[in-house]
Structures are given as structure tokens and as C-alpha cells.
């Protein structure tokens, strides 16, 4: 006599809907405009520090990209994409990113608005 084996599989609804809370999402609340004003500064954030190409207040002739530094703590640099060296950088934060640059011996202090600044694809 042969041996029959038999898989027996449950059949489940895949519909999505463990996935749903039961209550639609108020998008004008308060919180809803928070979280997005977070994922869009994460974003800008994200995309400056990877080194994508910016320009800042739409400028036509001038494209920067931001290099890392070789050290874990360290800041990097910022270029043009001509491949001048444009300024240091000395913090980064969420929205803001503030650096330094000599200029006739003098100590000019750079500070750039990421929520002002349009990143090239």
C-alpha cells in the first residue's frame, strides 16, 4: 500500500485589515502637522547629510554639495560643485547648519536655513 501525504493549509483573507485603527486620521490636528513638520525636517536633514547637490534661495549659478568629515565626531566641509572649498562646518542640527570661513584673514560666520534650501535630484 502507498503512503499519501496531504498538506492541509489555512486560507486567510488578505485585505489589510489588522492594519486598520477603525478611526480615520484628523490630517489638520495639531499632532498630524507636527509629525509631518518632523519627517519633513528628518528629510532635508537626512538629504543634507548624505551629500546631495543643494542650492540655496533657488540661486541658478551656485550648486553645493556637503562632504563628511574623516572623523567619527568630526564635521565636514562644504563645496562647490565646481570644486571650490566653500566653508567648514561646525554644527548640524535639525533645520539648521552653521559653519565658518576666512575671508581676508577675518572669521566670517555661514549659517544656512535647510528649510530654504532646494536639494537637486
Known sequence: ??????????QEKIDNRVN??????NKKSS????????ALYNKLNNAF???KKFKINNDSAGEYVY??????????YITSVVGGHV???????RTKVTGYAFVLGKKV????????VTFIK
Open 20 to 25: 486598520n485603527t477603525g478611526r480615520p486620521v
Open 31 to 38: 499632532r498630524q502637522i507636527r509629525l509631518a513638520k518632523q
Open 67 to 76: 562632504v563628511c568629515g574623516d572623523k567619527v565626531n568630526a564635521h565636514g
Open 49 to 51: 547629510v548624505s551629500g
Open 109 to 116: 560666520n555661514v549659517t544656512i536655513n535647510l528649510k530654504n
Open 87 to 93: 566653508c567648514n562646518v561646525s554644527y548640524i542640527g
Open 1 to 10: 500500500m502507498n503512503k499519501v501525504n496531504i498538506n492541509v493549509t489555512k
